[in-house]
């Protein structure tokens, strides 16, 4: 390698102070080798490997492909804010370039909202937050921004509002400015923001909602019924409480029967009345028609 054993000795050093396990054998057969370390060394990346790798946790935090989790969003951001001025501009660049095909009923957020709500969870400090409601309504108001939840479809960023005194949970999408105030807060007693989200998005949403009590352990009962489209509880080792929002009785009615599984409905009456309303006339419509007899020869 054209180098002095001191050279050799020198940058060996430097890469067990970096953590990188080095291991090392005397004699005629011996020299150095690199070992798996018990900690995450630092990671040395040209131009082209630091983008890669920042487009790649990008699509992953956008995506949800990952699950639940904000593993590949917390990543992007640490390495956002450590990535030189040309390869940030050049990320900058693209993330305008790139388009995501969303869900037809679904708007995109962008990647550097998404970013910039991360920032303000990580941040620790009171934010003006600029929102528009599922109504178009746009209102600004202070909170305490604590947590980001991907439900799988999309990202919802839980925050506690100042005035009202509350959780709340926002669409990310629909937020359109978020702005620190340089005051820190100390949140007491925070909610869990994955609970929180599923019980927004089951029901919060909707005019109406149903409690039915459904004969299947509690995992059973969320592969039927999903967390975003209900919130659970267990009624015992074999049993599980479900409540379902619709847009009205009918509507809960119908989503009920297409579970295909016996239940039993809680509340409210209308929701229950509609239900039998519906299963009598699927009984009248397919039941037996008299049986024809053919005259004796």
Known sequence: MAVTERTVRRDVARLRDLGYGVESAPGPWGGYRLRTGKRLPPLILDDEEAL???VGLREAALSGVLGGDQAALSALLKLRQ?????IADRLGEMDAAFAHTPRPDEPQITPAMLLELAT??????RAHLSYRDRKGKATTRDVDPYRLVHTGR???FVARDVTRGEWRTFRADRVARIRPTGQAVELLDPPDPVLLVSRSVATGAYPLCASVRLPLPMDQALRLVPSTV???RPDGPDATIV???????????R????????LRVLSPDEVREALLRRTRDLSAANGAPPCSRRPPP
């Open 255 to 262: 989503y009920l029967l297409s579970l295909a599984t016996p």
């Open 82 to 86: 450590v990535l030189p001025p040309r």
């Open 154 to 156: 999309r990202w919802y």
């Open 243 to 253: 409540d379902i929002g619709g847009p009205d009785a009918d509507g809960l009615a």
């Open 120 to 125: 303000a969870c990580r941040r620790g400090e």
């Open 52 to 54: 890669a790798v920042a």
């Open 230 to 232: 209900g919130t659970h």
